[in-house]
């Protein structure tokens, strides 16, 4: 038995996934698994949509890949940001695909690679609007001429990142489109071919079908979710992850009487107050204090008082039937992770990659 714990449905999962594949046809599906994949666990994850027939995986850093390989997955996977000096021994041991920014990076890699005597796959990331990582269009033309004396990269895939998939005028996108189709252009004129070319995460892969080009890179929609909610497209998901926590203790009392941390909340009147052993360790944050509400026996409750590190305090006046013990949903069943990430003014993203370490993972 869970004080706090995050219920994971993974048949949602791979109803997600044929969602996903339904939307971009003909191209395959990398699932991006950064951040433990986005709070839901990596190898469970993983090994889910390996099964699945995933086609590729995308992590954020080496270790994020290494504990992916760790667990036995030997599907291909793609660091999808960017890796340091320091990274590069394990990454070329482990056979793991490199986003590429730089010349110098390129040639660093290259030699770490020799000296092992393997070779790593690269993917060549090109810059055409999102402006943190990447090279700039114009720098791709020579370094694509010249990586062909880089012996031990294999030149495997070009990509980019849209930075407003989700704006209602499409135009900046579509102008980051157009700067990647050029740089496909000049790969394949100069001979580099069967390349994965990928663009689109989730949200494109709804908004942008031009933009698919024969590989998608997805995370928050395998999560039932859109950045925005997207409507329509959230009619095709289901949301894949509740987190819950149950009564640990219950008290009726009298009006004025403070709760919580800097007594931000006074009772208004008589009340029955419930405590939840569940605070901002486990991703429950303090901009949730006073704000949020959560289910009790279908029931909504306002959180009252301040969000503290291990415990939550909430109004159960209107569930007479409250007892110690009794399940309550924080986010799911019917109080959905947008409402959530809102009253905390932060993203979905945020609020899934914040669960911390002491939430327990139940897959159902
Ligand atoms: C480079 C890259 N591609 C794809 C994704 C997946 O994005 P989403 O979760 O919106 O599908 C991310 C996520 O941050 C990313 O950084």
Redesign the pocket.
């Known amino acids: 038995m869970h004080r706090v714990w995050a219920e994971i449905d993974t048949a949602s999962v791979r109803h997600n996934l044929r969602a996903i594949r339904a939307r971009a046809p003909g191209a395959k599906v990398?699932a991006?698994l950064?951040a433990n994949a986005?709070g839901h666990g990596a190898v469970e994850m993983a090994r889910l949509l390996v099964g699945q027939g995933i086609d590729h995986l995308?992590v954020?850093d080496s270790g994020e890949a290494l504990e992916l390989r760790d667990a036995g997955i030997t599907a291909p996977i793609l660091i999808?940001?960017g890796i340091i000096p320091g990274e590069m021994p394990r990454v070329v041991e482990n056979g793991i695909e490199v986003?590429l920014h730089t010349v110098q990076m390129a040639s660093e890699l290259n030699a770490e690679a020799q000296r092992q005597g393997r070779t790593v796959r690269v993917h060549l990331?090109i810059d055409t609007g999102m402006g943190r990582?990447g090279m700039q269009p114009f720098e791709a033309v020579p370094f694509l001429h010249s990586l062909r004396s880089l012996r031990n990269l294999e030149l495997v895939g070009l990509?980019t990142?849209f930075s407003s998939?989700y704006e209602e005028n499409p135009a900046f996108t579509q102008r980051q489109i157009e700067y990647f189709n050029l740089a496909v252009e000049v790969a394949d004129r100069l001979g580099y071919g069967g390349l994965s070319l990928?663009a689109?995460?989730?949200?494109a892969?709804w908004n942008h079908p031009l933009a698919h080009f024969n590989l998608v890179?997805?995370?928050?929609?395998?999560?039932g979710l859109?950045?925005g909610g997207e409507e329509g497209w959230e009619q095709a998901l289901k949301p894949v992850l509740a987190l819950k926590s149950r009564i640990l203790f219950l008290k009726d009392v009298p009006e004025g009487t403070p709760i919580g941390y800097n007594r931000t909340y006074y009772t208004p009147a008589p009340m029955r107050i419930a405590t939840l052993p569940v605070g901002y360790n486990d991703g429950y944050r303090t901009s949730l204090s006073n704000r949020a509400q959560v289910s009790l026996r279908g029931r909504r409750c306002p959180v009252v008082g301040r969000v503290s590190m291990d415990y939550t305090t909430i109004d159960v006046g209107h569930v007479p039937d409250a007892a110690v013990g009794d399940e309550v949903t924080l986010f799911g069943d019917g109080i959905s992770l947008y409402e959530v990430a809102t009253w905390a003014e932060a993203i979905p993203?945020e609020v899934l990659c914040g669960l911390g370490r002491r939430v327990a993972r139940e897959y159902i």
């Open positions: 990398m991006v950064k986005y995308g954020g999808v940001g986003n990331k990582l990509c990142h998939p990928h689109s995460s989730s949200l892969i890179r997805t995370g928050i929609a395998l999560w859109l950045p993203y």
